[in-house]
């Protein structure tokens, strides 16, 4: 098992739509959680980062962890052509000390104009 | 303000060649990191030196060696080139304390 698992899509919204994407992880001692967007092409940045259980608000986008059931997702409110890229949810599993952050393998998002 | 540099942009191998990617970064960061990104697989960690002086494995370091050069530089070295190790490839860099991954532009590799 991925220890940060991914619907890699195509989900696909119209425009002004809230897009939701899900992401599941299997050690329970991650801390953070953390949102990177990739246009096609480009190289990831990142757009939401959450530590602790409930929402995490930032303009246009939400972040939700849930720790009890190993599950974050990111939502997008009003979604624009703009947004359509594919989101990467990345897990930071401390080790010793040492940060590893590991990846999804991305949900591609298409937002319909 | 630069960020992170990697070179080359491109590149094309015949299997069992060698070569070496180059990362830096002008922000001062601790903490390097390579990455490869295959369609259907995501980003998976190959290396990463968390300070001066240290490298750790990921997840795929088979046929990878690095080297933490100084502060700035972290190079990624193939040292017989195989087509499986056909990627792109991203360097990121993070400052201690905080934990946002600040990434290169990326190598694309083709191995022949």
């Known amino acids: 098992q991925k220890e940060v698992e991914q619907n890699s899509g195509p989900l696909s919204v119209p425009e002004g739509a809230i897009a939701s994407l899900n992401c599941t992880y299997s050690?329970?001692?991650?801390?953070?959680f953390f949102w990177y967007r990739q246009y096609s092409g480009k190289s990831p940045e990142l757009i939401m980062s959450?530590?602790?259980?409930g929402d995490k608000e930032d303009g246009r986008f939400t972040a939700q962890l849930n720790k009890a059931s190993q599950y974050v997702s990111l939502l997008i409110r009003d979604s624009q052509p703009s947004d359509s890229a594919t989101y990467l949810c990345?897990?930071?599993?401390?080790?010793?000390?040492?940060?590893?952050?590991?990846f999804g393998t991305g949900t591609r998002l298409k937002v319909l104009a | 303000n630069a960020g992170v540099t990697q070179t080359p942009k491109f590149q094309v191998l015949k299997t069992g060649q060698s070569m070496t990617l180059q990362c830096a970064q002008d922000?001062?960061?601790?903490?390097m990191y390579w990455y490869r990104q295959d369609p259907g697989m995501g980003l998976r960690l190959i290396y990463y030196?968390?300070?001066?002086?240290?490298?750790d494995k990921g997840e795929v370091p088979n046929g990878y060696n690095v080297s933490r050069l100084n502060k700035r530089e972290f190079s990624l070295r193939l040292e017989s080139a195989a087509p499986s190790q056909t990627s792109v490839y991203f360097c990121?860099?993070?400052?201690?304390?905080?934990?946002?991954?600040?990434f290169g532009s990326g190598t694309q590799l083709s191995v022949l």
């Open positions: 050690d329970r001692v991650s801390q953070s």
């Open positions: 030196s968390a300070s001066e002086g240290t490298t």
């Open positions: 959450i530590y602790s259980n």
């Open positions: 990345a897990v930071n599993g401390v080790t010793s000390g040492t940060y590893k952050y590991i």
């Open positions: 922000m001062n960061h601790n903490s």
């Open positions: 990121a860099s993070r400052r201690t304390g905080e934990e946002k991954l600040f």
